[in-house]
Each structure stands twice: as structure tokens, then as C-alpha cells.
T-cell receptor, first 112, second 114 residues
């Protein structure tokens, strides 16, 4: 079963615009991670935020975590066509141990 | 430094057959996890191997089994294939079973069951 739910399911923007994706989850977590997947290929790790962190930055990426609302957001600033991909949040919860539990993903299309 | 590798890239089987997928972890990693990703869905955890033993298992039937070798590489075996087993199978490696560990994914094996 899926733990996280990304919102929106699909997002279309122009190059240079910002893209925001949200993720909600159900159980208490150890950490939350965001991954990118291009055209049904392997997943690329973007960023990990621990349950005691509220915000984290990596390049053009900004991730926030609100454990009280069981939600996270991923912001990609100044989007590029190369950012076109599916984005997934994944959690490790206390019951699942170190297994990652993924949502269904947000499909981002960035047009030039 | 080679990342996670998987073989084969694509595979076509018929219902009832058996299949073996292979994974070599990233150098320095000793833990391998397998995930199944159906079209349009997020990956679902199958199981995880550490020190040549299955340590965690997701909600998958016994038709799905695995193995880890002393060199940390791993195999995923699926018996009595069903049409619903058609998916992208992803292998991920990490170091140890420590929490907060980043998992590195391979490119996947696309399995089609006819």
C-alpha cells in the first residue's frame, strides 16, 4: 500500500517558473526523501530531510517538512526543461524499518 | 566508481514461467533492496537483503524470493509469473541498515509477462 500521496498528480510550467509539489503521509517517520525519475528509468535521490528538521536546501531545491501536518513540499526554483520528470516522496517509518515507502508521484513537464 | 547495475534491461516471459533478475550494488554498499513499480505508480518495496539474509519483506507473495551473495550482489526470483507481475523492477543499494541512509537505485529491469 502507498504511504505518501503527492499533489498535484501532474504539473505543467514554463522554463524559469517555480514548481511546487506536495506530499502527505500517514504514519510517524524517521525521515522523508525526494526522488526524481526520468521516463520510467531508475530513481535519482534528490534530498533527505530528517524528522527533526523543518527545511533543507540543495541547489535549486528547497524541501520543507511539517511533522504535525504529516506533509512535505518540494520547491524547484527557476525550472529548466531538464527538470521534466516524475518526482516521488518516500518515507521510512518506524514500523517499516529502513524500507522506503513511496507515493504515486507528481509528473512535472517544463516547456521551453 | 560504478553505480548500481541491473541485468537484464528488458525481459519478456509468458504466464507460468520463472524469472531471475540480477543486481550489483554500488561499491562499498552491503544492503540491497528490491522494488516493483507498476506503470503510473510509485515503487513498492518487495524485500531487503543484508548479510546474505532477508531482513525485511513487503506485502508480496512467496512467489517472490531472493538471494544475496557474499560479494553483496543479489538476485530476485519470481515463480509462476502472472500478467500482473509486469512492471519495472528496481534494485537499490545502501550501506548497512542504519536509518537516514540514502538509497542508490539502478536503472531497473522492465519485465513484460504475456
Amino acid at each position: 500500500s502507498q504511504q505518501g500521496e503527492e499533489d498535484p498528480q501532474a504539473l505543467s510550467i514554463q522554463e524559469g517558473e517555480n514548481a511546487t509539489m506536495n506530499c502527505s503521509y500517514k504514519t510517524s517517520i524517521n525521515n522523508l526523501q525526494w526522488y526524481r525519475q526520468n521516463s520510467g528509468r531508475g530513481l535519482v535521490h534528490l534530498i533527505l530531510i530528517r524528522s527533526n528538521e523543518r527545511e533543507k536546501h540543495s541547489g535549486r531545491l528547497r524541501v520543507t517538512l511539517d511533522t504535525s501536518k504529516k506533509s512535505s513540499s518540494l520547491l524547484i526554483t527557476a525550472s529548466r526543461a531538464a527538470d521534466t520528470a516524475s518526482y516521488f516522496c518516500a518515507t521510512e517509518d518506524f514500523q517499516a524499518g529502513t524500507a522506503l515507502i513511496f507515493g504515486k508521484g507528481t509528473t512535472l513537464s517544463v516547456s521551453s | 566508481d560504478a553505480g548500481v547495475t541491473q541485468s537484464p534491461t528488458h525481459l519478456i516471459k509468458t504466464r507460468g514461467q520463472q524469472v531471475t533478475l540480477r543486481c550489483s550494488p554500488k561499491s562499498g554498499h552491503d544492503t540491497v533492496s528490491w522494488y516493483q513499480q507498476a506503470l503510473g505508480q510509485g515503487p513498492q518495496f518487495i524485500f531487503q537483503y543484508y548479510e546474505e539474509e532477508e531482513r525485511q519483506r513487503g506485502n508480496f507473495p512467496d512467489r517472490f524470493s531472493g538471494h544475496q551473495f557474499p560479494n553483496y550482489s543479489s538476485e530476485l526470483n519470481v515463480n509462476a509469473l502472472l500478467l500482473g507481475d509486469s512492471a519495472l523492477y528496481l534494485c537499490a543499494s545502501s550501506f548497512g541498515q542504519v536509518l537516514y541512509n540514502e538509497q542508490f537505485f539502478g536503472p531497473g529491469t522492465r519485465l513484460t509477462v504475456l
